[in-house]
């Protein structure tokens, strides 16, 4: 019934920046939702946490290999959430997903069985 779907991935340099976005659809998306996250996966790599965000007081957590260099932002009138990479890195080359959960956990908002809906991906590439 939720659906959610990315974009914004491609092509960057490294120490470049990109802004992903992930757009929700579905009628109990805003009544149940109480917080986005992003994950990633690179070929042949566990899907790992990458960061979130609850969807009413706006909190953020960030896995520790991107804190300081990404922020995720939403819109609850949209219903969209956000990833802006900066200062991008080789190993942030990956499969970028976004994912909703109809509740929050200081201890667990890192573990994917959390979250119940998921994107289809969009891919980040950071080459030369």
């Known amino acids: 019934q939720i659906q959610l779907v990315e974009s914004g991935g491609g092509l960057v340099q490294p120490g470049g920046s990109l802004r992903l976005s992930c757009v929700a659809s579905?009628?109990?998306?805003?009544?149940?939702?109480?917080?986005m996250g992003w994950f990633r996966q690179a070929p042949g790599k566990e899907r790992e946490f990458v960061a979130t965000?609850?969807?009413?007081?706006?909190?953020?957590y960030y896995a520790d290999s991107v804190n300081g260099r990404f922020i995720i932002s939403r819109d609850n009138a949209k219903n969209t959430v956000y990833l802006q990479m900066n200062d991008l890195k080789p190993e942030d080359t990956a499969v970028y997903y976004c994912?909703?959960?109809?509740?929050?956990?200081?201890?667990?908002?890192?573990?994917?069985?959390?979250?119940?809906?998921w994107g289809q991906g969009t891919q980040v590439t950071v080459s030369s």
């Open positions: 579905g009628r109990t998306f805003s009544t149940n939702t109480y917080a």
């Open positions: 965000i609850r969807w009413e007081v706006s909190r953020v």
């Open positions: 994912a909703r959960s109809t509740f929050f956990s200081l201890t667990t908002h890192s573990d994917q069985d959390q979250y119940d809906v």
